[in-house]
């Protein structure tokens, strides 16, 4: 059980690194961008002419501080979207739309519940009585401020339902919904109802870290080593703003008159004696002391504790842990930005970040003790350090004393991380296990699956229908590429000739098509589920060849004629979608729905652009490219109707839907508008099958209609025989 916990932490870890690896960058842009375009530090340093308002290096400085906030603004649903994809075992990219879905969706339902409770008013703004900094804008939707903590929740929530259904099959009626499609559908639905839940649970965790901040003020170095450490061990859930703004820019980090006016808050204080300071001897440490002891661990301390991971990583992976970790320390030393350092050890070794909280909340104490009163505008990096230190004099701020404790906390973070790393073996960048998903693919799990079919009481097959795919399609060395559409497994092989179409048929497919080197197998709408199972399959089958066995497809004489004998005691009319040309679906320029390996029904070549209900009935699906739509009529008929041929590769184009997945229609409601010009032009033919894709033994097509058919007049009917 341990193992099994700590190999999933390791998982976690590993999925954050994906977002970490762009904050460096983003750290340095927006370090850059704030530090520059301040307006203090502008006229403090007669910089006008040069990065004033107006001038090209100002806007250069702006766009940087932009596309630096972006990141950072945005950092939740960033780390949702990559902790979503380090974490899914397949099919990441569904895992990833699926986990912004379910982003949007947490946050729009805590927004209800604030607007449903008065705590966002009408107008949008926020109430009075609501705590600062609680709400905040996520993503343009007002929410709680819940920071990268939000994000995680999501990530890990969605990763864990994308690997628990993606691979889901549903009724034949709801299929077309099944396997990856249905990870976003249940990821909506169970975030809406986690956006309810955190409604409540959230504002309490807000309001405990609120009120820590009365222990800070009234306790002197002790507060402010208590300060350090609840700001650095809130980083994690990225509310360590909620708690230290109000120190900042509030009385809570208390009040002083400066050239005849009472200021509020620590950074105000010092920015207001910055423009008096022609009379001040000493800026004020005691305002100071909520961001003067940054600067010793971020520009000496985790630069140190980098260089222990660096020189703890495996030799193999010394280069590429040293470009991350140099890029994170030079992000963390140049702008202050630490996130990228602290989150490549927060989570597989939380006890390193537990010496880092101390470490930190120690260099906030010992700055107040020396009376160390450098100031800052973004975080404590060395732009702020030289604006607001150097620049400043020591008489002034002390800054001097910064150096030998830096020097001494960079040989305290080495030695303790390195002494920590090694001795109990954390898996820091560099340091990691083989990546479990590459295991799957060795030899010898290819050597225990072979024993294990052979063995007793084992499984002859661990997947049989994928299994027969592989040797349909002349095995896992003759398969080039794997993908789906709508209904149809796609494969490109290296040898067609390899192919062995009954093989592929007695695994359920209806049909199969040859197109050069291209093998399209016909499934149906589960078919997603299907090419999940193959490309499992695929991972660790035996990469060999397989040598095709002729088979007969041709019904027996005696079947075929018995058929055609049988009464009809019944018969379904089904209506044209479409006005234009009917014609017998054997005229389809496709072989797939011409041999009826999609199923039976007609074709109609399109006059009019609105595709409209046959019958009344229900909307099953509209495929994502909205060329199809799936429908089923009062009298549970199936039917697929598909406008034109290959119109899927159009990605949409030349199509509206005008209806949704599960709508009731009545008959003659138009459900697609086409842009039949486009079509014309762009698709390979705009012939459009309509099909049964869901008929019984008993039941066959017989044409009512060729020719000119109007939407709504009768196109084919279903004879259901004795």
Same mark, same amino acid.
């Given at each position: 059980?341990?193992?099994?916990?700590?190999?999933?932490? *390791?998982?976690?870890?590993?999925?954050?690194?994906?977002?970490?690896?762009?904050?460096?960058?983003?750290?340095?842009?927006?370090?850059?961008?704030?530090?520059?375009?301040?307006?203090?530090?502008?006229?403090?340093?007669?910089?006008t002419?040069?990065?004033?308002?107006?001038?090209?290096?100002?806007?250069?400085?702006?766009?940087?501080?932009?596309?630096?906030?972006?990141?950072?603004?945005n950092?939740?649903?960033?780390?949702?979207?990559?902790?979503a994809?380090?974490?899914?075992?397949?099919e990441?990219?569904?895992a990833?739309?699926?986990?912004?879905?379910?982003?949007?969706?947490?946050?729009?339902?805590?927004?209800?519940?604030?607007?449903?409770?008065?705590?966002?008013?009408?107008?949008?703004?926020?109430?009075?009585?609501?705590?600062?900094?609680?709400?905040?804008?996520?993503?343009?939707?007002q929410?709680?401020?819940?920071?990268?903590?939000?994000?995680?929740?999501v990530?890990?929530g969605?990763?864990?339902?994308?690997?628990r259904?993606?691979?889901?099959?549903?009724?034949?009626?709801?299929?077309?919904?099944?396997?990856?499609?249905?990870?976003?559908?249940?990821?909506?639905?169970?975030?809406?109802?986690?956006?309810?839940l955190?409604?409540?649970?959230?504002?309490?965790?807000?309001?405990?870290?609120?009120?820590?901040?009365?222990?800070?003020?009234?306790s002197g170095?002790?507060?402010?080593?208590?300060?350090?450490?609840?700001?650095?061990?809130?980083?994690?859930?990225?509310?360590?703003?909620?708690?230290?703004?109000?120190?900042?820019?509030?009385?809570?980090?208390?009040?002083?008159?400066?050239?005849?006016q009472?200021?509020?808050?620590?950074?105000?204080?010092?920015?207001?004696?910055?423009?008096?300071?022609?009379?001040?001897?000493?800026?004020?440490a005691?305002?100071?002391?909520?961001?003067?002891?940054?600067?010793?661990?971020?520009?000496?301390?985790?630069?140190?504790?980098?260089?222990?991971?660096?020189?703890?990583?495996?030799?193999e992976?010394?280069?590429?842990?040293?470009?991350?970790?140099?890029?994170?320390?030079?992000?963390?030393?140049?702008?202050?930005?630490?996130?990228?350092l602290?989150?490549?050890?927060?989570?597989?070794?939380p006890?390193?970040?537990?010496?880092?909280?101390?470490?930190?909340?120690?260099?906030?104490?010992?700055?107040?003790?020396?009376?160390?009163?450098?100031?800052?505008?973004?975080?404590?990096?060395?732009?702020?350090?030289?604006?607001?230190g150097?620049? *400043?004099?020591n008489?002034?701020t002390?800054?001097?004393?910064?150096?030998?404790?830096?020097?001494?906390?960079?040989?305290?973070?080495?030695?303790?991380?390195?002494?920590?790393?090694?001795?109990?073996?954390?898996?820091?960048?560099?340091?990691?296990?083989d990546?479990?998903?590459?295991?799957?693919?060795?030899?010898?799990d290819?050597?225990?699956?072979?024993e294990?079919?052979?063995?007793?009481?084992?499984?002859?097959?661990?997947?049989?229908?994928?299994?027969?795919?592989?040797?349909?399609?002349?095995?896992?060395?003759?398969?080039?590429?794997?993908?789906?559409?709508?209904?149809?497994?796609?494969?490109?092989?290296?040898?067609?000739?390899?192919?062995?179409?009954?093989?592929?048929?007695?695994?359920?497919?209806?049909?199969?098509?040859?197109?050069?080197?291209?093998?399209?197998?016909?499934?149906?709408?589960?078919?997603?589920?299907?090419?999940?199972?193959?490309?499992?399959y695929?991972?660790?089958?035996?990469?060999?060849?397989?040598?095709?066995a002729?088979?007969?497809?041709?019904?027996?004489?005696?079947?075929?004629?018995?058929?055609a004998?049988r009464?009809?005691?019944d018969?379904?009319?089904?209506?044209?979608?479409?006005?234009g040309?009917?014609?017998?679906?054997?005229?389809?320029?496709?072989?797939?729905?011409?041999?009826k390996?999609?199923?039976?029904?007609?074709?109609v070549?399109?006059?009019?652009p609105?595709?409209r209900?046959?019958?009344?009935?229900?909307?099953?699906?509209?495929?994502?490219?909205?060329?199809?739509?799936?429908?089923?009529?009062?009298?549970g008929?199936?039917?697929?109707?598909?406008?034109?041929?290959?119109?899927?590769?159009?990605?949409?184009?030349?199509?509206?839907?005008?209806?949704?997945?599960?709508q009731?229609?009545?008959?003659?409601?138009?459900?697609l508008?086409?842009?039949?010009?486009?079509?014309?032009k762009?698709?390979?033919?705009?012939?459009?099958?309509?099909?049964?894709?869901?008929?019984?033994?008993?039941?066959?097509?017989?044409?009512?209609?060729?020719? *000119?058919?109007?939407?709504?007049?009768?196109l084919?009917?279903?004879?259901?025989? *004795?």
């Amino acid at each position: 059980m341990k193992d099994k916990i700590f190999s999933v932490l *390791q998982r976690v870890g590993r999925s954050f690194m994906l977002p970490i690896a762009i904050l460096p960058v983003a750290g340095l842009l927006l370090g850059i961008g704030s530090s520059f375009t301040n307006a203090t530090t502008i006229e403090t340093y007669g910089l006008t002419k040069i990065l004033g308002d107006g001038t090209l290096l100002h806007s250069l400085l702006v766009i940087m501080n932009s596309v630096g906030s972006a990141v950072f603004n945005n950092l939740p649903l960033i780390f949702a979207v990559g902790v979503a994809i380090g974490m899914a075992q397949k099919e990441k990219e569904v895992a990833a739309l699926s986990s912004v879905i379910a982003f949007f969706v947490m946050n729009t339902a805590i927004n209800a519940m604030l607007t449903i409770t008065g705590q966002i008013l009408d107008n949008g703004e926020i109430a009075e009585n609501v705590l600062e900094g609680t709400i905040t804008s996520v993503c343009g939707i007002q929410s709680l401020q819940m920071g990268v903590f939000g994000g995680i929740i999501v990530g890990l929530g969605v990763a864990a339902l994308h690997n628990r259904f993606y691979k889901i099959q549903l009724p034949n009626a709801l299929s077309f919904f099944g396997g990856t499609r249905f990870v976003p559908i249940i990821s909506t639905i169970v975030y809406m109802f986690v956006g309810i839940l955190l409604y409540f649970v959230w504002p309490v965790v807000q309001t405990g870290i609120y009120a820590l901040g009365g222990l800070v003020t009234g306790s002197g170095y002790v507060g402010t080593l208590i300060f350090g450490l609840i700001k650095r061990a809130l980083i994690p859930f990225g509310l360590h703003h909620v708690f230290y703004m109000p120190f900042w820019q509030t009385a809570v980090g208390g009040t002083m008159e400066v050239a005849g006016q009472m200021v509020q808050g620590g950074q105000n204080i010092f920015f207001a004696q910055l423009a008096d300071s022609a009379n001040i001897a000493h800026f004020s440490a005691d305002a100071t002391r909520y961001f003067s002891g940054e600067f010793i661990f971020m520009i000496f301390g985790l630069p140190g504790a980098a260089l222990a991971m660096y020189q703890c990583a495996k030799p193999e992976k010394k280069k590429a842990a040293g470009g991350l970790l140099l890029s994170a320390a030079l992000a963390c030393m140049a702008t202050g930005i630490t996130e990228p350092l602290e989150f490549s050890f927060l989570f597989v070794a939380p006890a390193l970040f537990v010496v880092q909280v101390v470490l930190a909340g120690t260099a906030y104490m010992i700055a107040h003790m020396l009376n160390i009163a450098v100031g800052l505008t973004f975080s404590g990096g060395l732009l702020d350090f030289f604006l607001f230190g150097i620049l *400043q004099g020591n008489a002034k701020t002390s800054w001097i004393r910064v150096i030998p404790v830096g020097i001494i906390y960079f040989f305290l973070y080495y030695f303790i991380f390195k002494f920590m790393i090694k001795k109990f073996d954390f898996k820091t960048p560099g340091r990691e296990d083989d990546d479990v998903e590459t295991k799957l693919y060795t030899k010898a799990d290819v050597n225990a699956r072979r024993e294990a079919q052979n063995g007793e009481g084992g499984d002859a097959i661990s997947d049989p229908v994928s299994e027969a795919i592989t040797r349909g399609l002349g095995g896992k060395k003759n398969i080039n590429d794997v993908d789906c559409c709508a209904t149809r497994l796609r494969c490109t092989v290296k040898d067609a000739s390899l192919v062995n179409d009954g093989i592929l048929k007695a695994t359920g497919a209806s049909g199969v098509v040859h197109k050069g080197l291209g093998v399209q197998v016909i499934y149906g709408p589960n078919v997603t589920v299907i090419k999940s199972n193959l490309e499992d399959y695929l991972e660790t089958a035996p990469d060999t060849l397989e040598t095709p066995a002729e088979t007969s497809e041709t019904a027996p004489e005696s079947e075929q004629k018995e058929e055609a004998e049988r009464k009809v005691i019944d018969r379904i009319v089904i209506s044209s979608p479409i006005t234009g040309v009917a014609a017998d679906l054997a005229t389809a320029p496709d072989e797939a729905f011409a041999q009826k390996m999609m199923g039976d029904g007609a074709v109609v070549t399109p006059e009019d652009p609105y595709v409209r209900a046959p019958e009344d009935g229900e909307v099953a699906f509209v495929f994502d490219t909205r060329h199809a739509i799936g429908f089923v009529t009062e009298s549970g008929i199936s039917l697929l109707i598909h406008v034109g041929i290959d119109t899927v590769k159009l990605n949409g184009e030349g199509f509206e839907a005008l209806v949704e997945s599960g709508q009731e229609v009545k008959k003659g409601d138009p459900m697609l508008k086409l842009d039949l010009d486009y079509l014309s032009k762009n698709a390979p033919s705009i012939v459009s099958p309509v099909l049964c894709t869901e008929l019984e033994d008993n039941q066959r097509i017989h044409l009512l209609n060729e020719g *000119q058919v109007k939407a709504g007049e009768p196109l084919f009917e279903i004879e259901v025989l *004795q």
